[in-house]
C-alpha cells in the first residue's frame, strides 16, 4: 500500500525546527562532568545508568520514579543517586542539568515538554513519540526554552556507524544502490506487555523498526553527502494483532531522490537476523549487528565485499554504548550546541514521518490518535493561552466576534495528533480564527477541524470560517447542499464567516445574495463573502443587497501580498493586489481576508533567480517587478532586524483598509516565523515604497 503523507513534512518544513547546525562529532576536553538524572526506573533506564557509570564525561546525580520505594531500589543498585518519588521532583533538582527520559514512548511527550520547561536538556529513549506531531512538539518545546533535544539511538554514536558511513561516503561499494535493513524479535503474546499494548504504542515499528529506517535514511544521505535523506515514498504491508492491533510484522519498503532503494523489516512476534546490507554497483557491506554493536573494549565486525573477496573490518572502542550517548551530549553543550550531530533533531522529525508514512501504509492508528480519542493537549494540559498571547483581532461586519488578524488556514493536516499539534499552539499564541472549505481533502480537514473544536470546547471562542461552491458545483443549490455537508462535519450548527470558494458569472448576483440571506435567517451563516470574486461583482452583489434591504457581502478574500500574482495559483484565482483594487477596498473599507499573503515563499531563501525548483513558486511569482519588491524588502528586514517574510507579511496588515492574512503553517516552527510580523510597524511611505510606488523614504 502507497502512503502520501510524506507530501506534509517537507524538507524545508523540517528544516524550519532544526535547533543547530549539525557538527562532526569531535569532543573538547572537559573541565565538568555532566549532571545526569534518569526519568524512570524500568529496564532501559537500568542499562543508561550502567553507561553513565562508564561515561567519561557523564555522571547520574539523581533518579525520579513514580513511588519512592521504587525511586529508592533503583538508586541503591545505581551508586546511591539522589532518590525521588515523583518525575516533578526529579526535573526541580538543581544539580541536574540533563535528563534521560525513560517512560514508555506515550509519555515521552508531556516530559520532554516538562523537562525543557525546568530547563533540562533532554536524550529522550526512541522512538521520541508516538508520531512526527509530538516530535515537533517537544522539539519546539526544546528550541522555546533553549535546551539540548536528541533521540537516545545509541547506535549512531557508536564508531562502527561512522566507519560504514565513511566507506559508503568513499564509493567503496560504487553508488548505493538497495538497503536491506531488519530488526525484529519474537516476544510471546501478552496483554499486559509494553510490547503488545495499543495504549503504550506498542508493535514493531516504533520499538525497533525505527532502527532500520534510521539506518536506511542515514545511508541515503551518506550515498548524497548529506547527514540523512528522508524518503519520497513509503510503501508497505503488515499483520496487525487482532486483539490489540498493534504490528506483529511489517515490511516497508522506502525510495529516496536519489534512486536509493531501502527494503525494511519489523516484528515482536517473529525472530528475524537483524542486519543490515548495503548494496552499491561495485560491492557490497555486510553489518551483522549494526543495533546493539560491541563496546568496552569488545570488537565490532562488520564485511566488506568486493572483487570477489571478503574484506573483514573491525572497529573497537573502550566506551560503553550508552556512556558513549551520554557522552555526546554533554560534548555538545560543551561547544554551546542545542542538539547532537549524530542524531540531529531534523534527522528524528524525518525519521518520525517516515514511521508515519509506515504505520498508515499498514493501517495502524493507535486508538489515542484517532481523532474522537484525541481528548487533551500534546502537553496533557488543559488548552490555555499564553501568558503575553498577542496576535491581534479585527471586526468583521454582522459578525459579533473579534477575528484574528492571522488567520489559520487548515487545508494540510491529514491526522488527528498532527492538527492538534497546530491548531493548540495557535489557539495558546492568541489565535482564533480558522479557514477550511468543502473541497479541502474531501472534507477530511472539516472533519478534523470541527472534532478538535469539540473536543477542546470551543466553539464559541472560535471563528470559523466555511468556505463552499468550489467550481463546478457555484450555483444556488449546490451552496446549501454544501454548507448543510460542511456544518455536519465540523459538528456546528453555524458558520461564522460563509465563503463562496468561487464565482459562476452565469448565475445573477442577486440570486447568491437572496440564499445566503435564507440562511442567515435560519442561524446557518454569520457572516458571508466570496472568494476569489472579482470587486465589481462584490461590489454589484452589495448594490443588490441595499436595494432590497438584505445583507450584503461583509468580506472578500482574494490573493494580496507584497508580491504580484504573475500567474493564477489555480484555476478561477483572483488577485487583489493591484493599485485599483487597493484604491477600492481603501474607499469601501471591505475587510480583506489576504490568501497567499506571503507569495508561497518567495521572500524567503527558497526563492531567488537562479532558483527555478519549486515550478509553482517560478510560475505563479518569478518577475523583474517581483525581484525588486524582494530585493527591499530584504534591505528593510536588515534595517528592522526581521526576516524578509516579516516585512512581506507586515505590508499586508499595513494597508488603509481592514486585512486579515490567511497562514498556512506545516509546523509550528512556521508558525513562530509568521508571528514576528506583528512586531513590525510600517509607515505609509515605508509600504509604498516596498511597492515600488515612490523612492527610499
Known sequence: MQCNLLGYFTSEAIAVIALARRTPLVWPPMTKKLGWGILSTGRIAGVFAQGLARATNSRLVAVGSRTPEAAAKFAAAFGHPRAHGSYAALLADPEVEAVYIAVPHPAHVEWAIRAAEAGKHILCEKPIGLNYAEAMVMAEAARANNVLLTEAFMYRCHPQTAKVVELVKSGAIGEVRLVQATFGFNAPFSADSRLWANALG????????????????????????????????????????????????????????????????????????????????????????????????????????????????????????????????????????????????????????????????????????KPEKFLTTHSRRPLARRAGAAIPTGTIPHLAKPVSRLIMGCDNTVTMPYSAAMWDDYFSRGGNAFDTAHVYWDGLQEKLLGQWIKNRGLREEVAVIVKGAHTPWCTPEWLTKQLHESLGRLQTTYADIYMLHRDNLEVPVGEFVEVLNAHVQAGRIRAFGGSNWTLARVAAANRYAARKGLQGFSVVSNNFSLARMVDPVWAGCIAASDKESRRWLKKHQLPLL????????????????????????????????????????????????????????????????????????????????????????????????????????
Open 202 to 369: 506498542g508493535g514493531g515499528i516504533l520499538d525497533v523498526g525505527c532502527y532500520a529506517v534510521s539506518f536506511s535514511r542515514l545511508i541515503a544521505g551518506a550515498m548524497s553527502g548529506a547527514p540523512f535523506l528522508d524518503p519520497v515514498s513509503v510503501t508497505g504491508a503488515g499483520q496487525l494483532h487482532p486483539e490489540s492491533g498493534v504490528d506483529v510484522v511489517a515490511a516497508a519498503t522506502l525510495k529516496f531522490a536519489n534512486g536509493l532503494v531501502a527494503q525494511v523489516a519489523t516484528s515482536v512476534g517473529l525472530s528475524q537476523d537483524n542486519s543490515a546490507r548495503i548494496y552499491g554497483t561495485a560491492g557490497m557491506i555486510v553489518v551483522p549487528s549494526p543495533w546493539i554493536p560491541p563496546s568496552e573494549g569488545g570488537e565490532a565486525k562488520f564485511f566488506l565485499h568486493k572483487d570477489g573477496k571478503v574484506e573483514e573490518i573491525t572497529v573497537k572502542t573502550a566506551e560503553n554504548l550508552y556512556g558513549l550517548e551520554a557522552d555526546a551530549v554533554a560534548a555538545a553543550l560543551a561547544r554551546g550546541e542545542r542538539e547532537v550531530s549524530a542524531m540531529s533533531v531534523a534527522d528524528t522529525l524525518g525519521n518520525m514521518a517516515a514511521l508515519d508514512a509506515w504505520r498508515a501504509a499498514i493501517g495502524l492508528t493507535y486508538e489515542a490518535e
Open 594 to 697: 489576504a490568501w497567499s499573503s506571503q507569495a508561497r515563499g518567495f521572500f524567503t531563501d527558497r526563492a531567488g533567480r537562479d532558483k527555478l525548483g519549486d515550478e509553482q513558486l517560478t510560475r505563479c511569482w518569478y518577475a523583474d517587478d517581483n525581484f525588486a519588491r524582494r530585493e527591499r524588502a530584504i534591505e528593510l528586514a536588515k534595517k528592522k532586524g526581521v526576516p524578509p517574510i516579516a516585512i512581506a507579511a507586515a505590508y499586508v496588515l499595513a494597508q488603509p483598509f481592514p486585512t486579515f492574512a490567511l497562514i498556512g503553517p506545516r509546523v509550528i516552527g512556521e508558525t513562530v516565523s509568521s508571528l514576528v510580523c506583528l512586531g513590525v510597524t510600517l509607515t505609509p511611505k515605508e509600504v509604498a515604497w516596498l511597492n515600488l510606488e515612490r523612492a527610499r523614504p
